[in-house]
């Protein structure tokens, strides 16, 4: 069998579709785990022991072991302990926790790394301790680490397609679906490589444009 | 949590633990000589190989890696290339690791200091003596921790090639949670396995850096 890449166009609208929901994911993932990556910073250095420990364990467990592992874990584990979620839901919780950790730690670092003058100056003009890490401390930490966490945006647009796996019907299921129809394998799939490599490429000129902006807002 | 379970279905476990090993070593060696030669192109003085070097580069880090190995394993018998599952799942990592070690390789040599290259070449060396005995040995030492990052993630990469169903570690998992409804149990036999093969690799790698710093 050759090639015929001729049968793309007559899917592009189900690429189309897949594409959006690529993005979608990447948007409400990428926004969980900016969030979450602050507030899993904030536990790891000042919560209490006894959220710490379970919160490090978590952690670890993520780093350590590979993300589409942890997918089948979120979305079978919620449907055992009975929460029947949608597969795009369980999809972004699973990639947006993932790099969640992930920003965690860039933050933790950066948080450590913002100039201790700055934390006893809002204290001595009288802020208490969680407004001077809302207002002071964590603005200036995260701004820091915008564009190492901007490459783990990059991975988690890639990484999208793990959750085609558990059923979202994003570009890799769409350009399966096509595939399911025309048993043309190899064009479909250069086809969605060549729509990610092009979401991809947005999403780094975007990057670019945002640290531009940081850069001379300092 | 169903700890006979767990006792019952280790042994598959440890199994599937062996192919993601084979893996993950088949990978790294091929992804080493893909970023070899990709940093040499990268830094070659002809203009069309850096090109085709920073062309592969780029294709492979802006792509994910599952589509990949799919357009490898799928595609790959409509232009006549027919490969088992394991075979094409570690190529397709492989070249795909590779993309990145290129970067890695790639940073280390240019972080040389120049004059060192400028001294050999003055001393007589030709180009490539230069690279191979001044260059090399020094950029060696400091690529080994980067690499050591790329390792880290091409070993939970190889979970990837479950969807093509190569019996490794995420595999059985999978497929064990779709038997027994375990997914916490499942999830915890493997997790506890690539961690113990993380840990080991990652220890390996701080001793190699460590030899390699005293030096």
Known sequence: MGLDFTVVPEYFGILFLGMGWTIAITIGAGLLSFFGGIVFAVIALYGHWVIRLPFRLLAWLFMGTPLLLQLFLIYFGLIEVGIDLPAFIAGVIGLGLHFAVYNSELIQASILAVDKGQYEGARTLGLSRGQTLRRIVIPQAVRAVIPPMGNNMIALLKDSALVSVIGVAELTLAAQQAISRTYRPFEFYIAAAACYYVINLCLEAGLRRLERRIAASR | ????????????????????????????LLGLA????????????LAPIRWIA??????????????QIFILYFGGPQIGINLDSFAAGTIALGVNIGAYMTETIRGAIISVDRGQAEASRTLGMSRAQTMRKVILPQAARMMIRPLGVNINALIKGTALVAPISVIELTYTAQRFIGSTYKPFEMFLLAGILYMIIIYVVGQGIKWLDRRAQIV
């Open chain 2, 54 to 67: 920073a062309t592969y580069v780029s294709l492979f880090r802006g792509t994910p890696a599952l589509i």
């Open chain 2, 34 to 45: 893909c970023g070899t030669l990709g940093a040499m192109a990268r830094l070659s003085r």
């Open chain 2, 1 to 28: 949590m169903d700890t006979d379970l767990m006792i019952r279905v280790y042994p598959f476990f440890i199994e599937a633990a062996y192919v993601t090993v084979q893996l993950s070593v088949l990978t790294c």
